[in-house]
């Protein structure tokens, strides 16, 4: 039974991990310019391209809720499994995402290695760039230019319950093992407020984010993983 349970524990765990990469992934498809449907959403996402793609670097807050099919049935009656914390991205495929609560948690990108370090647990996952395949070689795509996004997504601007907002959902296209769809909630003002990732069992991963800040400077080795003494490593081969 323990056994059991480290490996359900160890899968759940795996797959926050990917909703992570994939958070930063719709952040940054919302970056790669027009020409994905129609004008108005040509528009809306030139808006927000003017927003968020010139920016040297960014930092901003965000938290993190698990939803599952039957609280999602139940709307707002029950909270799911909340966490908390900082994500900080360089163009073109920096990352540094710190998770504060429930648990600390960091995860680093540098194009090369994924280094996941739990740290109540002196844990430390090493994987291969290519390990979240779909996720970072898309994001990697639009870095060299990607513009034609409908060859991957299907997107559709969504009415939203709030004049104030508006929800732009991107459908993989072809179809992903995991994830049915993605809806991202954008403000009038272009602000990326919330990004739901729904996968193929009707649960959803909600990420909030708050406190956009342009950040120019990062020092030195930040985007950088140094193992910490004492820290056990696992090398995963993908």
């Not at 809806?183 to 956009?212: K, M, P």
Request: hydrophobic share 40%; with cysteine.
């Amino acid at each position: 039974m323990a056994c059991d349970r480290e490996m359900f524990m160890a899968e759940r765990k795996y797959k926050m991990l990917r909703g992570f990469v994939i958070l930063n992934l719709a952040v940054l498809l919302l970056q790669a310019g027009p020409g994905l449907a129609n004008d108005d959403l040509s528009s809306i996402l030139d808006r927000i391209q003017e927003k968020y793609g010139r920016l040297p670097g960014l930092s901003m807050t965000y938290t993190r809720e698990v939803i599952t099919r039957t609280m999602s049935m139940l709307g707002n009656q029950v909270k799911g499994d909340l966490a908390e914390g900082q994500i900080f991205f360089k163009p073109p495929y920096f990352l540094r995402l710190e998770q504060k609560r429930p648990k600390r948690e960091t995860l680093i990108a540098d194009g090369e290695t994924l280094w996941w370090y739990i740290h109540d647990k002196r844990l430390a996952h090493k994987y291969p760039f290519e390990e979240f395949g779909k996720e970072l070689k898309l994001l990697s795509d639009i870095f060299r230019g990607l513009s034609e996004m409908e060859k991957s997504f299907q997107v559709t601007v969504l009415e939203h319950r709030e004049r104030s907002a508006y929800e732009i959902e991107l459908r993989p296209d072809p179809t992903w093992q995991e994830i049915d769809r993605i809806v991202l909630t954008v403000t009038c003002e272009s602000d990326i407020q919330v990004v739901d990732i729904h996968n193929q069992l009707g649960g959803i991963t909600r990420f909030r984010l708050y406190g956009l800040t342009s950040k120019e400077n990062f020092e030195k080795g930040f985007f950088q993983f140094h193992l910490p003494e004492g820290v056990e490593l696992v090398e995963e081969e993908g």
